[in-house]
């Protein structure tokens, strides 16, 4: 089976920087997605990792190291919008199955 | 359509009828995942469609539970004699190629069921 851990949660400060770790453990392992959730709406896509080093979109940064199965998601210049719920996700089993962490819910203070 | 499409929005049933939610997925879109949600949780893997085959239905939680792609595009996910503890938010997503490299999964507003 799959299992992922995050911290369940994390409180920062308005336009600083805040990382997420994950840890997983699964069998076929293909790659890491991260995807971000506000209260009362869906999940969205924020990043994928397909091989270990760090995946860079706008203030949102994602780490992959496969030897260590270990990613962590890194948030620039953090922004009140940003307070959710942020998951990490293990493609396995032929890289479609997408198993979901528990989620770290993020608060942004001013 | 412009985005998956799930129904009904919200569902509320007596324990021990059947259920049956719908998901129309991005048009185009290969495969298909049903998922469900508790609050504060992760979405929980159920099962995943490839065009109109069931790739993988190891999440169902027991035989009460199926679902179904006929033609390989709209999906079901059937719930019979539904028990209180069913009680939850059912998400729906597409992806274009599975949830592999680039293949990033959209999904639907969810389908909220509440058992009585």
């Known amino acids: 089976g799959q299992s992922l851990e995050q911290p369940s949660e994390v409180t920062a400060v308005e336009g600083a920087i805040v990382q997420i770790n994950c840890t997983y453990q699964t069998s076929g392992f293909y790659g890491l997605s991260w995807y971000q959730q506000h209260d009362g709406g869906a999940p969205t896509f924020l990043s994928y990792?397909?091989?270990?080093g760090l995946e860079e979109t706008g203030r949102f940064s994602s780490f992959l190291s496969r030897s260590d199965s270990y990613g962590y998601l890194l948030l620039q210049e953090l922004q009140m919008k940003d307070s959710a719920s942020y998951f990490c996700a293990v493609n396995s089993g032929g890289y479609q199955k997408v198993t979901f962490g528990t989620g770290t819910k993020l608060q942004v203070i001013p | 359509g412009a985005g998956v499409s799930q129904s009904p929005r919200y569902k509320v049933t007596k324990r021990g009828q059947d259920v049956a939610l719908r998901c129309d997925p991005i048009s185009g879109h290969v495969s298909l995942y049903w998922y469900r949600q508790a609050l504060g949780q992760g979405p929980e893997f159920l099962t995943y469609f490839n065009y109109e085959a069931q790739q993988d239905k190891s999440g169902l939680p027991n035989d009460r539970f199926s679902a179904e792609r006929p033609e390989g595009s709209i999906s079901t996910l059937t719930i019979q004699r539904t028990e209180q503890r069913d009680s939850a938010m059912y998400r729906c997503?597409?992806?274009?190629?599975?949830?592999?490299?680039?293949?990033?999964?959209?999904f639907g507003e969810g389908s909220r069921l509440t058992v009585l």
């Open positions: 997503a597409s992806s274009h190629s599975g949830g592999g490299p680039g293949g990033e999964l959209f």
């Open positions: 990792n397909g091989l270990d």
